[in-house]
């Protein structure tokens, strides 16, 4: 059953137990005091007819014999006049003997006299109707006589009756009215729970923008705010997910590409080296042409090991001395960067920076090797570093190809070239401003890339302190 439904069913339950229950208190009271004032006024006449009769039979002369028809007659004349229609009187003598009766009622209730009690009533029903039966004793000096008066009670019980039917009216009519109000109130109160219900639905759908408007500071407020909060959360993870499924994808295509162009190579020449006659020229030609295939697949085997475990392998952050760092990765770059004569300058302050040795040479020498690839023979590259508030700053320069704007936030792809002919040609695969990532990210450092087309490129890296640092670098060992 809908919140909707429980909500109204149980409301209207609550107001209709609420009013029969207060109805029936209202009516059962005023009932009540309608018989205690009947029941009072019945005793009143019964006491004003046994005062009368007591004061007539206490009248009598000494001498007079007071028989049962004599004490008849006198209850006859009171009863005509202390008339009341609605009773009917009943004397009985000491035997219990009806000496008299104006009417051919009789009830049981002189059965229920007991010699202790002077007198007794009760309510009862006899052939449709209903009476008020009181009954007491007479003592007087001549004889002992008991009275009994029964009144009709129809009118009480009718009254009862027609309240009950007006209840009953007021009730229905009440009942109509707080169904409408509360279907109306029902359908308000419900209604950002629907909203909330369609929102879910349509992001169940794959939109996951949806969003419910946030009104006000109840539950139902606070439930859709949650759900904005984890609406948001979850539209972000699974553009996550969806943005990884897709790198993951071009990062397959891309690495299958990059196997299939020397594979093909090395199978083609070794199957020409099998199977057909080559001149001792030729048959050097492509063992040549196998081996720096191979070689090339060799590199990406390591750039790609490289790139996989470097997240996992243990990370000694080392205080390092920059300038014979960089003399060191001078020395490691010269005989790469002899056979397209280009000049690499290197202007450091004196520094120390907080990182591993190995890791920071191998993002150095991938930074410096891919400016040698976009610089044509000649070129220059340019290496500087300065000590910066909280830690050490380098900025690495080319006069190369550059690379287009809107290109530059994709270079940290895996396999990403901008001009796939030229970086093939220099013997790369794109792994390697991604292996730089990764070594700038375990590094806490910051990096900025700027690029001008047929300019060349700057590539600025910050390095920070351990105590500056917010993430923290780890434990520091000095070198």
């Not at 410096?368 to 050490?392: L, S």
Request: charged residues 30%; negative net charge; proline residues 1%.
């Amino acid at each position: 059953m809908k919140l909707f439904w429980k909500q109204f069913l149980m409301m209207m339950c609550v107001i209709l137990i609420s009013f029969m229950t207060f109805g029936s208190i209202l009516i059962s009271t005023a009932f009540e005091t309608m018989i205690n004032r009947e029941k009072e006024r019945s005793i009143e006449e019964i006491k004003i007819y046994q005062y009368a009769l007591v004061a007539s039979l206490e009248g009598l002369p000494k001498d007079y014999q007071a028989t049962d028809f004599a004490v008849s007659q006198i209850a006859k004349s009171l009863k005509k006049n202390l008339d009341s229609k609605q009773d009917a009187v009943i004397l009985y003598n000491k035997k219990n003997k009806v000496i008299y009766q104006n009417s051919s009622y009789r009830s049981e209730l002189i059965k229920k006299m007991g010699k202790e009690k002077s007198g007794v009533w009760q309510i009862a029903k006899r052939k449709g109707h209903y009476y008020l039966e009181t009954l007491c004793k007479i003592r007087s000096s001549i004889k002992d006589y008991t009275l009994e008066i029964h009144r009709n009670m129809d009118h009480i019980y009718q009254d009862r009756e027609r309240l009950y039917d007006r209840y009953v009216l007021v009730l229905t009519l009440v009942s109509a009215a707080f169904t409408i109000v509360l279907l109306i109130f029902s359908i308000f109160f419900t209604r950002p729970i629907r909203r909330l219900s369609q929102v879910v639905q349509a992001f169940a759908k794959g939109d996951f923008k949806s969003r419910i408007r946030e009104k006000g500071n109840d539950e139902v407020a606070v439930l859709s705010r949650d759900f904005n909060q984890m609406a948001g959360q979850l539209e972000e993870n699974i553009w996550e997910l969806e943005e990884n499924a897709r790198r993951q994808e071009e990062f397959t295509e891309a690495f299958s590409h990059e196997l299939k162009t020397p594979l093909t190579s090395i199978i083609g020449y070794a199957d020409m080296l099998r199977s057909i006659e080559m001149s001792q020229e030729d048959i050097s030609l492509s063992a040549n042409y196998i081996f720096q295939q191979g070689k090339r697949l060799e590199r990406l085997a390591l750039k790609m090991m490289e790139l996989t475990y470097i997240d996992k392998q243990e990370i000694l952050f080392q205080e390092i001395h920059v300038t014979a760092f960089m003399d060191s990765v001078r020395a490691i770059t010269d005989k790469l960067l002899q056979k397209k004569e280009i000049c690499l300058q290197i202007e450091t302050e004196e520094g120390i920076l907080y990182g591993d040795m190995d890791l920071l040479s191998s993002l150095f020498l991938n930074l410096i090797d891919n400016a040698k690839k976009a610089c044509d023979v000649g070129g220059k590259i340019v290496c500087e570093g300065y000590q910066i508030e909280n830690g050490y700053c380098f900025s690495i320069m080319d006069n190369g190809q550059g690379i287009p704007e809107d290109e530059i936030q994709n270079i940290v792809e895996p396999f990403y070239m901008v001009d796939k002919s030229r970086a093939r040609k220099e013997g790369g695969a794109g792994i390697g401003m991604a292996l730089c990532q990764k070594i700038i990210q375990l590094h806490h450092a910051e990096w900025s890339i700027r690029s001008r087309t047929g300019e060349g490129t700057e590539i600025e890296i910050r390095f920070f302190h351990p105590k500056q640092e917010k993430g923290g670098c780890g434990d520091v060992e000095e070198q």
